[in-house]
């Protein structure tokens, strides 16, 4: 009995303040400061506001679905604990190895795109030299203590939050006429830019479904709060907090971000068609700054896009770790990824981690950017089936909670518009996981090359649960054997005890 009260323990040590950085840090990366340009080259203006908008709503959805299920389970590795004790033990083990493979290969991305910009300063240097020192530079901030990995992180997404805020200042003050530029004839363009040509809308459809899946990868990492419960102080008072934070943060810096480019760069702009993982000049970022006549605005975007790069792996590595470490728990991985160490760090589901994120050394051997577009788009489908396993999940859980006849009055947080926003958050994942790539199929020959690229998330995923549940013999869970006594007094508990702290603090 003292060996187990003994045994290390995942440490709450992250504040509300950690848990939104985290999750801003995670969101804000090369989607919005890199491939940001690529949406509105590729859909207009207009096209790239409406996907931001649309995929941001649906973001919201899954936000305030997680933020239910994560306040009153707070759990690490929540969506594999999630999908198995709300849908199917199968389920759960295909998301929670679709999850570490997602933020596996994610941070294999940063570290291709790092190599990538620090070729501006340092074009000699090979790649590779790059790619493992910040490698090693995310395994160090991981390898002591979470409470480490929250700092460190709280502060790069300062910087990026700071870069964000001035760009907008400085974008408007252009478009008002308040601040010049070199070249007199764009002073103060109003909308002219943004409907000349074909736009605000270009490519219709088609073009608006391409970029969709581009705009999702940019808000891919706000689910981070959710894998990060475990380690929180206070689940049931910081989670909701953070949920209610985060998105209204994340979206005003999308959406302005990309009204302002829309506004200041055409469309059709030869510096913005040009292969933005190629040169950080191409970051419209960077062309606005310049634009404003900031002559420094190529060397500061190119210090604050390798640190949004390197956050972005940072959250990568850290929800990756945790992911292998809940199945590990829970009898789906190894055994050996679920050891911690005193400090309450799961050491070997590092090391797993940072060897699949070897990946990005492919980059030395073969066409760089080919390698990075196909790990790019491996980590958007596998990020999209991960939020509909949070929607499938949130409308089962509240289902199964109200059929055992328990009080939503008792949730420490509700997700409001039941049951739309989930089905919403679903319908709209499908229609772009399985249009991404549609024109594919509607050419005369059949693109495998693209096909594969695109889809080979989806099959594989359902492979793990297929053959999970083959094996294993589970089953969907019947609503009314859902397990939620545990959680729900507990919940119950906290709650109590909170309204107590509260009550004491009041009388004194």
Not at 192 to 214: D, E, H, I, K, N
Not at 350 to 371: H, M, R
Request: glycine share 10%.
């Amino acid at each position: 009995m003292d060996k187990k009260q003994d045994a290390p323990e995942l440490r709450r040590s992250l504040q509300a303040r950690h848990l939104s950085m985290i999750a801003i840090g995670g969101s804000i990366g090369t989607g919005l400061f890199l491939a940001s340009g690529a949406t509105v080259a590729g859909a207009g203006a207009g096209g790239a506001l409406l996907a931001y908008a649309l995929v941001g709503l649906m973001v919201y959805f899954l936000m305030t679905s997680l933020g239910e299920m994560a306040a009153f389970m707070p759990v690490s590795g929540s969506f594999q604990v999630y999908g198995s004790r709300f849908v199917d033990p199968a389920f759960g083990f295909a998301q929670g190895w679709n999850y570490w493979y997602n933020w596996a290969v994610t941070i294999a991305v940063e570290l291709a795109a790092a190599a990538i910009i620090m070729h501006y300063w340092y074009p000699a240097v090979p790649g590779v030299v790059w790619s493992a020192g910040f490698l090693a530079l995310i395994f160090a901030l991981n390898y002591f203590s979470v409470k480490g990995f929250g700092e460190a992180e709280f502060w790069c997404s300062m910087l990026k939050v700071a870069t964000i805020i001035a760009f907008i200042i400085v974008g408007f003050l252009m478009i008002f006429g308040i601040m010049t530029e070199p070249q007199p004839q764009r002073i103060a363009p109003g909308l002219s830019v943004m409907t000349q040509g074909q736009g605000p809308f270009v490519g219709g459809l088609a073009a608006f479904v391409g970029v969709a899946m581009v705009v999702g990868f940019s808000f891919q990492g706000t689910e981070l709060i959710g894998v990060a419960a475990g380690e929180s102080a206070n689940p049931g008072r910081t989670i909701p907090r953070a949920v209610r934070q985060i998105f209204w943060r994340i979206l005003m810096f999308y959406m302005l971000s990309i009204l302002i480019i829309g506004l200041i760069l055409p469309y059709n702009d030869p510096l913005l068609l040009k292969n933005e993982m190629k040169d950080v000049g191409a970051s419209p970022f960077t062309l606005v700054f310049n634009r404003a006549g900031l002559a420094f605005a190529a060397s500061l975007m190119n210090a604050v896009i390798l640190s949004a790069i390197l956050s972005a792996g940072n959250s990568g590595m850290y929800a990756s770790t945790r992911m292998l470490y809940a199945m590990a728990k829970n009898g789906m991985a190894p055994v050996r990824f679920g050891k911690l160490t005193a400090d309450g760090v799961p050491r070997n589901a590092l090391y797993a981690t940072t060897l699949v994120a070897c990946l990005c050394f492919l980059t030395s051997l073969f066409d760089s950017n080919a390698v990075y577009m196909w790990l790019l788009n491996s980590s958007g489908m596998t990020g999209f089936i991960a939020w509909l396993g949070v929607a499938i999940s949130h409308y089962r859980f509240r289902r199964a909670y109200v059929k055992q006849g328990y009080d939503l009055a008792d949730l420490p947080y509700q997700a409001k518009w039941f049951p739309l926003g989930p089905l919403f958050a679903f319908a709209l994942c499908m229609l772009i996981m399985l249009g991404q790539n549609y024109t594919a199929f509607t050419a005369a020959k059949v693109d495998w090359n693209g096909v594969i690229a695109t889809y080979l998330g989806i099959p594989l995923f359902l492979a793990l649960w297929w053959g999970y549940r083959i094996k294993h013999k589970t089953r969907v869970v019947p609503l009314a054997e859902v397990d939620l006594a545990d959680a729900h007094r507990k919940a119950v508990e906290l709650r109590e005890e909170s309204r107590g702290g509260r009550l004491a603090a009041a009388k004194a």
